[in-house]
């Protein structure tokens, strides 16, 4: 059986505030801790306090020796294409090539309309810059957007992760990625994209990219319910709660564990967590269980 892989979500602004920890001592523990990412997500303008991915995830790289750096996601349609090539470059520079890059379109019309975007571009600008970013950290002079740009310090491309569990995002990732990152689905739904995953890159004559699952967990006791956490998900995503109760990891490590064994099963072989509740600190040594069960059990 092939290793899998745990990362966990960094704490947010307000989970900072509440537990008293900052972004260079959350990376440090969850590398101490033996878990094997550290992952930030991208948000503009959501109207709640978020921090800007690649300096959070700057930060963390420089607290940090071992642990994968990871996207969760970042939206580079977004921005204008060498500021993103740059950022990224910056990233895998001072993580000492650490990156694990998960890229989306998503966020809502009134992100996009704030960077001053039209939502309308976001497939077609997130495929130019999936096609043209390995270009642009090699160093080579390329043409964006009607200038020939070229970065230095050139860097190697960090693994691509395509997020979204749509037949777009796996196609997207069948063409462009190194990997496939649907979160918040079933085992079941799992293998079923992978499989569709698998055949979409061999009919490009590419192999079958990696499959990595986000998922949120609330482990041990005096945390919110499983029930809590579904509700929670459905009414952010649309979603009926009995589509997703499922989902969450709870209770006891070896529960979490058997949960995500059947991801593994499923195709998966890596996993980033988001903390859905409970002192974060104390989840992050339960999720290092879950991974030193699972590890246990191959």
């Known amino acids: 059986m092939n290793s899998f892989e745990i990362g966990v979500i960094l704490p947010g ?155 777009t995002a796996i196609r997207r990732a069948a063409r462009l990625g190194d990997g496939w990152f649907p979160s918040l689905i079933s085992p079941a739904q799992l293998a079923e994209g992978a499989a569709r995953l698998a055949e979409l890159a061999a009919e490009h004559g590419r192999p079958a990219p990696v499959v990595a699952i986000g998922g949120t967990c609330a482990l041990g006791t005096g945390v919110p319910s499983r029930a809590e956490i579904a509700s929670g998900i459905g009414g952010a995503y649309g979603r009926p709660v009995e589509e997703v109760i499922d989902i969450p990891l709870t209770g006891r490590p070896e529960e979490a564990a058997e949960k995500l064994a059947a991801y593994r099963e499923a195709g998966a072989r890596h996993a980033v967590i988001g903390i859905a509740g409970g002192d974060w600190r104390t989840q992050v040594e339960l999720l290092a269980e879950v991974r030193k069960i699972l590890h246990d059990t191959h």
Not at 90 to 96: F, I
């Open 13 to 167: 602004v307000g989970v900072q505030r509440g537990d008293g920890i900052d972004l260079r001592e959350a990376a440090r523990h969850a590398e101490d801790a033996g878990l094997d990412g550290v992952w930030h997500g991208d948000h503009l303008a959501v109207g709640g306090p978020t921090l800007d991915a690649p300096i959070a995830l700057a930060t963390a790289a420089a607290a940090t020796a071992r642990v994968r750096i990871g996207t969760s996601v970042l939206i580079p349609a977004i921005r204008p294409l060498a500021w993103a090539a740059k950022q990224v470059a910056t990233l895998q520079y001072v993580s000492g090539g650490r990156l694990v890059l998960g890229v989306g379109s998503g966020g809502g019309p009134g992100q996009w309309a704030a960077a001053g975007v039209p939502y309308a571009e976001r497939g077609p600008r997130t495929d130019s810059a999936l096609r043209l970013l390995p270009r642009l950290l090699a160093g080579e002079r390329t043409e964006v957007e009607g200038a020939a740009v070229e970065l230095a310090p050139s860097v190697p491309m960090p693994p691509v992760w395509v997020g979204n569990a749509s037949l």
